[in-house]
């Protein structure tokens, strides 16, 4: 049973428990005036009536706002036929039904003035026919504030399922956003290897095809690399390790006729920095071979800087015509390892 089926069923019950009361009212009215047939059924039929719209106003709190107007007008008559054909049987007390409905089908403003003006009625209306004031018709007004209290919790619940619902989308629409965003950087790194080494390899057959052989055989290795972490990926398994992508970006930098140059300490990053940096490594890598005619870049990465300690991690590919050499990042990060 879902949340919202149980809220339904409390409400049914609280509107039930109250048509209880209504049976047990009309139940009297048998017992004492069975000896006047005639009255009796009227009686008998005016609750019926009034039993009739309670239940369709209280269980349809959804219907339009003159329709919920129109039935508590039609109960409001029938308590006041009630109170002209037995006035010595209470019948004012019917109210509280009045002020269930008010409480339930009602926003809470316009229940508290209705909810005060059905108590204040049905006050005037016993000391109009009994000439005198039953000041325990205010415990009505606390029937009223637990239909309120009710109508306010069914509201509120449903729109916590619907946010539920909001935020359930949004995280599979974000989750397709990242996919697509790691399957991009995947596939733009590994097609850019398998590019630049068959390049290679057609320019070397000609006049050294061992090595171009070789060439191929690193581009077959590409393509079952780039194949098992598109794999890997798809089941949420990849984890980029800034070793593995140091190795890739030397191999994928030599194949480009670039000479790499790396320096790695052996202490190792936390998990989230070594991550991120490998993303970045892979990044950056990929724009050199893209834009290879341009200055080679260097990427440095400062442990002091990053709250990682003193120690310093240098990256340097030199290959270009005129030796410049160009930042391309910087990837800092708190002593956590958070993005700031």
């Known amino acids: 049973m879902t949340r919202a089926q149980l809220i339904r069923r409390w409400w049914v019950a ?3 428990a109250w048509l209880v009361v209504l049976v047990v009212i009309a139940a ?51 308590v006041a036929f009630e109170c002209l054909l037995l006035p010595g049987e209470g019948m004012w007390w019917l109210s509280q039904h009045l002020v269930i409905v008010a409480g339930l089908v009602f926003s809470p403003r316009l ?12 006050m005037g209306t016993a000391w109009l026919v009994s000439g005198r004031v039953d000041p325990m018709m205010l415990i009505e007004l606390a029937f009223g504030a637990s239909a309120v209290a009710l109508r306010q919790l069914t509201l509120t619940l449903e729109e916590l399922r619907r946010a539920r619902e909001q935020l359930a989308h949004l995280a599979v629409a974000e989750e397709r956003l990242r996919f697509s965003r790691d399957l991009h950087d995947l596939l733009g790194h590994s097609l850019s290897v398998i590019a630049i080494k068959s390049e290679l390899a057609g320019k070397l057959l000609p006049a050294r095809p061992e090595e171009a052989r070789r060439q191929i055989h690193d581009v077959q290795q590409s393509a079952r690399e780039a194949l098992r972490e598109v794999r890997a990926t798809v089941a949420g398994y ?4 800034l070793q593995s992508e140091l190795e890739g970006a030397r191999q994928l930098l030599e194949g480009a006729g670039i000479t790499p140059e790396v320096e790695l300490d052996s202490e190792p990053l936390p998990l989230a920095v070594d991550n991120l940096l490998a993303l970045a490594v892979r990044e950056g890598v990929t724009n050199v071979i893209r834009h290879r005619r341009a200055p080679v870049p260097d990427l440095d990465q400062d442990r002091a800087d990053a709250g990682l300690g003193p ?9 270009s015509a005129d030796g410049s050499r160009h930042g391309i990042a910087r990837a800092q990060r708190t002593r956590k390892g958070a993005p700031r």
């Not at 008998?44 to 706002?65: C, D, K």
């Not at 229940?111 to 049905?122: D, P």
């Not at 990849?238 to 390790?241: A, I, K, L, V």
């Open 14 to 16: 609280f509107v039930l």
């Open 28 to 78: 009297q009215i048998v017992e004492r005036h069975a000896d006047r047939p005639g009255r009796l059924a009227l009686a008998l039929l005016g609750i019926v009536v009034f039993g009739a719209q309670y239940l369709e106003a209280s269980l349809r709190p959804e219907a339009p706002t003159w329709s919920k107007i129109g039935r508590l007008a039609a109960m409001l008559l029938a």
């Open 111 to 122: 229940a508290t003035v209705l909810i005060l003006g059905l108590v204040g009625g049905a």
């Open 238 to 241: 990849r984890q980029p390790t």
């Open 311 to 319: 120690r310093r991690r240098r990256w340097a590919a030199r290959g």
